[in-house]
């Protein structure tokens, strides 16, 4: 099951923040996994930022829920995409550092989630995404 919205779509001004209010208030009410919907603030939060800070703007946020398969438990992916292809995430600063402001960001996405990563897609996007996993029960109504 798939979400989606396109940077314009969030807003121009305090794009960070609608972006997070729509994934909590979506993955909380519309999914019904109150239990998801801080990680899930949490972590579009930080990839969109990312995105305005350092990828040239937000392209578009999706959220995917993926069912449990015999491979793999449930889980929440969310994508953020932009529009620099080349300018690679990485984590940056000293995570050791009492009074930085920066450069925590990729770290919380790390402790948040099982996995993270991206990719380009075509010639002038890249797509950030990271995977969230459900407790085993949470999708009991999603057939």
Known sequence: ???GWEGPLLGRDRVVAHA????ES??????RMPEAAFQAETVVGEL?????????????LDLIL?????YCP?????????????????IAGDPNAELGEHGRGLLMVTALTA???WH??????KQVWCKIILPLDALPWLT
Do not use: F
């Open 1 to 3: 099951m798939r979400v």
């Open 20 to 23: 997070r209010h729509r994934v």
């Open 26 to 31: 979506w993955v909380r009410e519309q999914w």
């Open 48 to 60: 969109c930022a990312n995105a305005l800070r350092h990828g040239g703007g937000l392209a578009s």
């Open 66 to 70: 993926c069912p449990e398969t015999a």
């Open 74 to 90: 449930p889980s929440l992916r969310v994508l953020v995409g932009d529009y620099l292809p080349y300018a690679h995430p990485r």
């Open 115 to 117: 996995s993270w990563g």
């Open 120 to 125: 380009r897609i075509g010639a002038d996007l």
